[in-house]
Each structure stands twice: as structure tokens, then as C-alpha cells.
């Protein structure tokens, strides 16, 4: 089946649409979204469509409107609380996103221990992310899970976490940190965060020197 060149960026626009509604994180939605309005704005405007110029029109400019405040400089609070080993939050809130954990991380079960750092991120007091990580002999970290809710998914949670504000890392003895990998997701975010491919205790793992994760 042959599509004219204004048919096609119809459905580019749809497509932008569709893939917009399946985004969990809201800047993500906002800006695929953007670009469906603009796409249908042009196509309205070549098959003479104007009713519908007009209220993408309307839609581009709520878009706008929202993506400035997600986008602004307001000042965020950021801190970490650290938890104790049978903390009945955490162990709720593990089981509560049990699924989404599952996919990022597959095979993730929560083990408490006294060789752990344990601790949610904070964001203006709502819990954002959670780490969880292991105190090895070697002076390294194991991240045993590094896990943010989808909503707060723009890198300012890792951007936090792996700073010197967080205090988490602050022992300076402590030289590596590293992670075995989980799903595609969870190995692009690390090698994100500048992990590098390596081999930890014979399995494959990312690992980073904390100086250069840390700033």
C-alpha cells in the first residue's frame, strides 16, 4: 500500500501520539507529545484541516506551558534517610513495586543484612528512589539494587545519590562501586552513570571508580 507524503506524516503525528500515552515518566509524555501536536499541526495545515490547526494550536501551547515548569530551576529538596535492616516501609515498599523492580532489575529478592547500605532518596520528602547496597571486604560497594519510581526518572535521583550530598558514599575508604548487570535498561542507566564492563567474583559486572561517580 502507497502513502502521499502528507499521509505519512499523519501517522508519523498518530505514532508520536500512541508513544506518548506509553510513557511513565511525565517529561518524557510532554515532550513525545509536543511532537505529535507540531507533526498534526503541520499535516492540519496541509490538507487545509484548520479546526484541527487550531486546537493542536492549543495543545502545543499547554505542552509548552507544562514542559517550562518541569524544566525551570526550582529548587528541589533532596535527601537520603537510611533504614534500618527491618524497616516495615521498605519491606512494603519493595513488595508494593514488586513488578517494575522485577523488570528493571529481574531476580531481585531483598535479603536483610548487617553488610548493607540501605536508604530512600528523598525528593521535597516524597521517597523517589531506594538503594540498597553491600559492604564488601575489598572496601568496594556492591549495588544490590538502584531503583527510582517511574514518575521521578530524569537522573536527578542518580544525580543526588551519587554525590557527596547524599552522604551515603562519603567514606572515603571506600574506592569502587559496582553492579551486576540486570535488563538492557538497567545496564544503559549504569553505563550511564559511567560504569565499565569487568568481571567481579568470576560473574559479569559494571563497575566505576566512586571518585569518578561521586562529585
Known amino acids: 500500500m502507497d502513502f502521499s507524503p502528507i499521509e505519512l506524516v499523519g501517522y508519523l503525528g498518530s505514532f508520536f501520539i500512541i508513544v506518548s500515552m506509553t510513557r511513565t515518566s511525565i517529561l518524557h509524555l510532554r515532550l513525545i507529545g509536543l511532537a ?3 507533526t498534526f499541526l503541520v499535516y492540519s495545515a496541509l490538507i487545509a484541516a484548520y479546526p484541527i490547526a487550531v486546537v493542536n494550536v492549543v495543545i502545543i501551547g499547554v505542552h509548552l506551558f507544562f514542559l517550562r515548569q ?3 530551576k526550582k529548587t528541589e529538596f533532596f535527601s537520603s534517610l537510611e533504614l534500618h535492616k527491618n524497616s516495615q516501609y521498605l519491606a512494603r515498599f519493595l513488595d508494593f513495586h514488586r513488578d517494575d523492580i522485577e523488570a528493571f532489575q529481574p531476580g531481585f529478592e531483598f535479603e536483610a543484612r548487617d553488610d548493607q547500605l540501605r536508604a530512600f532518596i528523598l525528593r521535597d520528602m516524597v521517597p523517589a528512589g531506594v538503594f540498597i547496597g553491600r559492604t564488601c571486604g575489598d572496601d568496594s560497594i556492591e549495588v544490590e539494587l538502584d531503583w527510582v519510581v517511574p514518575q521521578y526518572r530524569d537522573f ?3 544525580e543526588y545519590l551519587y554525590s557527596d550530598r547524599s552522604e551515603i558514599f562519603s567514606h572515603k575508604t571506600r574506592r569502587r562501586i559496582w553492579a551486576r548487570p540486570g535488563s538492557d535498561d ?13 568481571r567481579v567474583e568470576g560473574t559479569p559486572a559494571l563497575m566505576a571508580d566512586l571518585d569518578r561517580v561521586v562529585s
Open 70 to 72: 518541569l524544566l525551570s
Open 156 to 158: 536527578k535521583v542518580s
Open 36 to 38: 505529535g501536536s507540531v
Open 186 to 198: 538497567h545496564v544503559s542507566y549504569f553505563e550511564g552513570l559511567g560504569f565499565r564492563p569487568t
